[in-house]
T-cell receptor, first 115, second 119 residues
Framework: GNSVTQMEGPVTLSEEAFLTINCTYT??????LFWYVQYPGEGLQLLLK?????DKGSNKGFEATYRKETTSFHLEKGSVQVSDSAVYFC??????????????FGQGTRLTINP | SAVISQKPSRDICQRGTSLTIQCQVD?????MFWYRQQPGQSLTLIAT?????????ESGFVIDKFPISRPNLTFSTLTVSNMSPEDSSIYLC????????????????FGPGTRLTVL
């Protein structure tokens, strides 16, 4: 079946530190991969996505590369800010199932950035 | 991108009662989805709701417990029936953006969620 495994949190870093949140997946076929972010008290927002192998998604200084050989989609940022404190979810979509995208989420990683 | 609102934003309910959550979108969408996010857990898809047809439920979720309505292309409701403390969760609706890249890689947008506490 389809599944997503994320690095366990919580993760606490100092401002300007380098961030990596690991994400690996299991899927049949060629899924699309996503990172969603949930800021305190808010709903999920799409952070970035990649739809095929070797694609790199990027947004707000965050990057993730779709690695089919290692079935991974690790999230990175070179210099984090306090405002990046949130819960990050890795997700995959296996493609259309009965005409719909059905997202499969990882367990989420809570990130706290200290000034 | 679609703008999604949910009502109520939060509620505290007694066990055995039911709560109906509303999801309103600012544009017409074909697919709407309902998710549950239990405390400290990830999101789990409850069901997919198409306008004019019965909702499609995921394994572990049944219509009697989570009846869904989808009367038009901009609105849906999810009812949590005969609630127990185990139903305490955040319930989120999402929609698929057909104006995105199209086809296989449509983007999903999420509402702000409804935080439900059952005593």
């Amino acid at each position: 079946g389809n599944s997503v495994t994320q690095m366990e949190g919580p993760v606490t870093l100092s401002e300007e530190a380098f961030l990596t949140i690991n994400c690996t997946y299991t899927a049949t076929g060629y899924p699309s991969l996503f990172w969603y972010v949930q800021y305190p008290g808010e709903g999920l927002q799409l952070l970035l996505k990649a739809t095929k192998a070797d694609d790199k998604g990027s947004n707000k200084g965050f990057e993730a590369t779709y690695r089919k050989e290692t079935t991974s989609f690790h999230l990175e940022k070179g210099s984090v800010q306090v405002s990046d404190s949130a819960v990050y979810f890795c997700a995959l979509s296996p493609g259309l199932i009965q005409g719909a995208q059905k997202l499969v989420f990882g367990q989420g990683t809570r990130l706290t950035i200290n000034p | 991108s679609a703008v999604i609102s949910q009502k109520p934003s939060r509620d505290i309910c007694q066990r055995g009662t039911s709560l109906t959550i509303q999801c309103q979108v600012d544009s017409q969408v074909t697919m709407m989805f309902w998710y549950r996010q239990q405390p400290g857990q990830s999101l789990t898809l409850i069901a997919t709701a198409n306008q004019g047809s019965e909702a499609t439920y995921e394994s572990g979720f049944v219509i009697d417990k989570f009846p869904i309505s989808r009367p038009n292309l901009t609105f849906s409701t999810l009812t949590v029936s005969n609630m127990s403390p185990e139903d305490s969760s955040i319930y989120l609706c999402s929609v698929e953006d057909l104006k995105g890249s199209g086809g296989l890689h449509n983007e999903q947008f999420f509402g702000p969620g409804t935080r439900l506490t059952v005593l």
